[in-house]
């Protein structure tokens, strides 16, 4: 099974700032197989990176992925208000399919 | 528009059976894969099963591998998630999720909490 790990668990920032989120897998995973989501208390995910680097329909160009092998990042240039939240990392290049257990974005 | 949505959830003892369901509407349901996903209360997510547009592929996570069955009905727009021999490590609020070719989870339900105790 492939373990993915999210650092920081929590990364507090004020809105305008820059968040960069750190994903790591225990084996190489082909970046085709890299997505980010975003969860808000009460809501459902919402996939907002695939492919480690293209943004879903939607999503705003203030969100950026990249990485590739084992290291990948999720980069938010401007931290808006709607985008305090926990997001998860998740590979499906090997099953089972695995999530990162996500890092909690919060008000500075 | 696309739009999930699941039911079937509800208490459970352990030991119990529940089937829970996703209505799909506003896509070619046939022509897309489809997954459960869940959330344990105050955890992060975990991937339980998907299964391809046709039926024909199915894969399962182990913690519910023998105990839970994924299948879909494309007549009527609908995946299911058959649950059995639950225990309280289920609990949680399962999701439907669409894959949509190379595109993982872009849609999602807005899930159903399954809640297993005596």
């Known amino acids: 099974e492939i373990v993915m790990t999210q650092s920081p668990a929590t990364l507090s920032l004020s809105p305008g700032e820059r968040a960069t989120l750190s994903c790591r897998a225990s084996?190489?995973?082909?970046?085709?197989?890299l997505s980010w989501y975003q969860q808000k208390p009460g809501q459902a995910p919402r996939l907002l990176i695939y492919g480690a680097s293209t943004r879903a329909t939607g999503i705003p160009a203030r969100f950026s992925g990249s990485g590739s092998g084992t290291d990948f990042t999720l980069t938010i240039s401007s931290l808006q208000p709607e985008d305090f939240a926990v997001y998860y990392c998740?590979?499906?290049?090997?099953?089972?399919?695995?999530f990162g257990p996500g890092t909690k974005v919060d008000i500075k | 528009e696309v739009q999930l949505v699941e039911s079937g959830g509800g208490l459970v003892q352990p030991g119990g059976s529940l089937r829970l369901s996703c209505a799909a509407s506003?896509?070619?349901?046939?022509?897309?894969?489809m997954n459960w996903v869940r959330q344990a209360p105050g955890k992060g997510l975990e991937w339980v099963s998907y299964i391809s547009s046709s039926g024909s592929t199915i894969y399962y996570a182990d913690s519910v591998k023998g105990r839970f069955t994924i299948s879909r009905d494309n007549a009527k727009n609908s995946l299911y998630l058959q649950m059995n021999s639950l225990r309280a490590e289920d609990t949680a609020v399962y999701y439907c999720?669409?894959?949509?070719?190379?595109?993982?989870?872009?849609?999602w339900g807005q899930g159903t909490l399954v809640t297993v105790s005596s």
């Open positions: 998740q590979q499906d290049y090997n099953l089972p399919f695995t």
């Open positions: 084996q190489s995973v082909s970046s085709s197989y």
């Open positions: 999720a669409r894959d949509d070719d190379t595109i993982p989870h872009d849609y």
């Open positions: 506003g896509f070619t349901f046939s022509s897309y894969e």
